[in-house]
């Protein structure tokens, strides 16, 4: 939805369709700048720790110094360098991190007591409710937010190739995409230009990294998202339907 002129409870109008147009060419700096003077509040963040979720941080924390709240879904089965990285972000921008998780169980053991050994083998839909759209709409509630960013990009499968800049989400929330129009080679230009940390794991054959039971490395010549629920015939999580 790229047509509409939303308001905000700031009492703001923003023209989705104007800002699409004025933004479709812009650095991911421009976005995010303008991002963070136009909505002051209930601007947050949320990150997996993938190299283009930190690139946004990096931008927001260190280049513009606008910290903004960063929701990370704690599935309780990340990698053990996703949860390391996560670490050393904290310490580097100092960030205002918020977790949010699966009420109630907090290691994988509790988690296949209360539902079950290997969920997503057997209800990959009902795994992802409980662990990532759930907490996440909770986390995205209690932050009142009326803006949440992204680290999507148009180029990481063909599920994303027309996702706007900026657009509305199924709550009525402006959804950011400051990346949308980079490919995955000016990533990693900003990477090596910075000196930005980023997971190990990316080097290691994993372009996208989520669930350690249900991510695999990719090989050369397959889309960026391949490695994720490889076999299922699922694209995405269900958090940007």
Same mark, same amino acid.
Request: hydrophobic residues 35%; contains cysteine.
């Given at each position: ?46 990150? &997996?720790?993938?190299?283009?979720? *930190?690139?946004?941080?990096? *931008? ?32 580097? #921008? ?13 290691? %994988?053991? &509790? ?12 209800? *990959? &839909?009902?795994?992802?409710?409980? $662990? ?5 709409? %909770? ?33 009525? %929330?402006?959804?950011?995409? !400051? ?9 990693? $230009? #900003? ?21 350690? !039971?249900? $991510? $695999? ?12 629920? %490889? ?11």
């Amino acid at each position: 939805m790229t047509t509409s002129t939303v308001s905000t409870n700031q009492n703001a109008n923003f023209d989705l369709e104007q800002l699409n147009q004025k933004y479709e060419n812009a650095h991911p700096r421009e976005i995010l700048a303008w991002s963070v003077e136009n909505i002051p509040t209930g601007l947050v963040q949320t990150s &997996a720790f993938n190299v283009d979720d *930190i690139l946004i941080t990096d *931008i927001l924390y260190r280049e513009l110094k606008h910290p903004v709240p960063v929701i990370f879904l704690d599935t309780l089965y990340h990698f053990r360098e996703t949860l390391e990285l996560v670490e050393k972000a904290k310490e580097i #921008y100092n960030l205002d991190l918020k977790v949010y998780k699966t009420p109630d169980v907090n290691t %994988r053991e &509790a988690f296949a007591a209360k539902y079950g050994e290997a969920l997503w083998d057997k209800d *990959i &839909a009902k795994f992802h409710e409980i $662990t990532k759209i759930e907490p996440l709409q %909770r986390g995205l509630a209690e932050l009142n937010t009326i803006a949440w960013i992204t680290g999507r990009r148009r180029d990481q499968a063909a599920t994303r190739a027309n996702m706007p800049i900026f657009e509305i989400d199924g709550n009525g %929330r402006i959804k950011i995409n !400051p990346l949308a129009n980079w490919t995955r080679k000016q990533t990693w $230009t #900003y990477v090596s230009e910075n000196g930005m940390i980023y997971n190990p794991l990316h080097d290691k054959g994993y372009p996208s990294i989520g669930d350690e !039971p249900i $991510t $695999t490395p990719v090989a050369e010549g397959e889309d960026e998202r391949a490695g994720r629920w %490889r076999g299922s015939g699922k694209t995405e999580c269900g958090i940007h339907i």
